[in-house]
């Protein structure tokens, strides 16, 4: 059980010819010489696409935050910390922001401007003191007043999609959880915190706006090297009924950005995990990746 409470944790054609930037093939610089160059945006004599990923101080968070950084030539990349300390976790540079999701107004100088948004905010049980495995005790947990799910996965993920649509955001990406269609999964007992139950609301809530959307709903997150595994896509939980219903969390942060630069991830919602490592041919092609999903909700 503590495993499972650890892992809580564009460019699709954006409006404007600087807004494709092409697909990846990998992790890397190559890409499809079909699909053109993202520097070809600046040649064109347009600016490249903002984007903001919210929870950036988290384990995946800071992985896309990273990752997005590390693409300039794709992005121009800001973060969204709910601490100061968060900040200084990830190098307190100028765009990355401080601010509560549950609170509209804090949230409104990381969303002005943008042109997509990566969400991978997410309430974070905490273990009660006093507990002893050597003894056979199963650990409790419990959430913070104010950060229940209800208040975070809800409520502040209905805040940022709101945000989101009153500046016409192009492209929103939501990263939540596999299990959600068992109202008895142990992820919602954790607390009694039903934490699947309000992600799940706002992934239905962000499937409802209008916006162009990618929902990735995460199998158990590892902390692992990302890049060396095949990817799987599913819906409707099926995965969880497999044995490949993990993935590290590189994959799925750079999921997250490959969702931004495929077509083919648009308005769509699918569960994600992986095969073992050396098991399969690793994903490199998330054009084909994200063509086998033919789910938007």
């Given at each position: 059980?503590?495993?499972?409470?650890?892992?809580?944790?564009?460019?699709?054609?954006?409006?404007?010819?600087?807004?494709?930037?092409?697909?990846?093939?990998?992790?890397?610089?190559?890409?499809?010489?079909?699909?053109?160059?993202?520097?070809?945006?600046?040649?064109?004599?347009?600016?490249?696409?903002?984007?903001?990923?919210?929870?950036?101080?988290?384990?995946?968070?800071?992985?896309?935050?990273?990752?997005?950084?590390?693409?300039?030539?794709?992005?121009?990349?800001?973060?969204?910390?709910?601490?100061?300390?968060?900040?200084?976790?990830?190098?307190?540079?100028?765009?990355?922001?401080?601010?509560?999701?549950?609170?509209?107004?804090?949230?409104?100088?990381?969303?002005?401007?943008?042109?997509?948004?990566?969400?991978?905010?997410?309430?974070?049980?905490?273990?009660?003191?006093?507990?002893?495995?050597?003894?056979?005790?199963?650990?409790?947990?419990?959430?913070?007043?104010?950060?229940?799910?209800?208040?975070?996965?809800?409520?502040?993920?209905?805040?940022?999609?709101?945000?989101?649509?009153?500046?016409?955001?192009?492209?929103?990406?939501?990263?939540?959880?596999?299990?959600?269609?068992?109202?008895?999964?142990?992820?919602?007992?954790?607390?009694?915190?039903?934490?699947?139950?309000?992600?799940?609301?706002?992934?239905?809530?962000?499937?409802?706006?209008?916006?162009?959307?990618?929902?990735?709903?995460?199998?158990?997150?590892?902390?692992?090297?990302?890049?060396?595994?095949?990817?799987?896509?599913?819906?409707?939980?099926?995965?969880?009924?497999?044995?490949?219903?993990?993935?590290?969390?590189?994959?799925?942060?750079?999921?997250?950005?490959?969702?931004?630069?495929?077509e083919e991830a648009r308005f769509k919602a699918f569960d994600l995990a992986s095969k073992p490592e050396g098991e399969g041919i690793p994903t490199t092609d998330f054009r084909a990746l994200?063509?086998?999903?033919?789910?938007?909700?």
């Open positions: 059980m503590a495993a499972v409470a650890a892992r809580m944790g564009l460019a699709s054609p954006l409006a404007g010819p600087h807004l494709r930037p092409p697909c990846n093939l990998t992790g890397s610089r190559r890409v499809p010489r079909r699909a053109g160059l993202a520097v070809s945006a600046a040649a064109a004599g347009g600016s490249l696409p903002t984007v903001l990923v919210t929870g950036a101080g988290g384990r995946t968070g800071q992985i896309v935050y990273k990752k997005l950084k590390e693409r300039v030539d794709q992005f121009v990349g800001r973060g969204l910390v709910r601490t100061e300390e968060s900040k200084a976790k990830i190098g307190s540079a100028d765009d990355v922001f401080v601010g509560d999701i549950r609170d509209p107004a804090s949230i409104a100088p990381a969303i002005e401007g943008i042109d997509a948004l990566i969400i991978l905010t997410s309430a974070v049980p905490k273990m009660k003191p006093g507990f002893d495995p050597s003894k056979g005790e199963r650990p409790e947990f419990y959430f913070e007043e104010g950060s229940y799910p209800e208040q975070v996965d809800w409520i502040g993920q209905k805040n940022q999609i709101n945000a989101a649509k009153s500046i016409g955001v192009k492209q929103v990406v939501l990263v939540g959880s596999m299990g959600g269609t068992d109202a008895n999964h142990p992820l919602n007992k954790l607390g009694n915190g039903n934490i699947l139950v309000w992600k799940r609301k706002a992934e239905q809530y962000l499937a409802d706006s209008g916006l162009p959307y990618t929902i990735i709903r995460a199998g158990g997150l590892q902390d692992k090297d990302g890049g060396v595994r095949e990817l799987i896509v599913g819906k409707d939980d099926e995965i969880l009924k497999t044995e490949t219903k993990t993935i590290a969390r590189a994959d799925v942060a750079e999921v997250c950005i490959q969702a931004l630069l495929c994200f063509s086998q999903v033919n789910s938007r909700f």
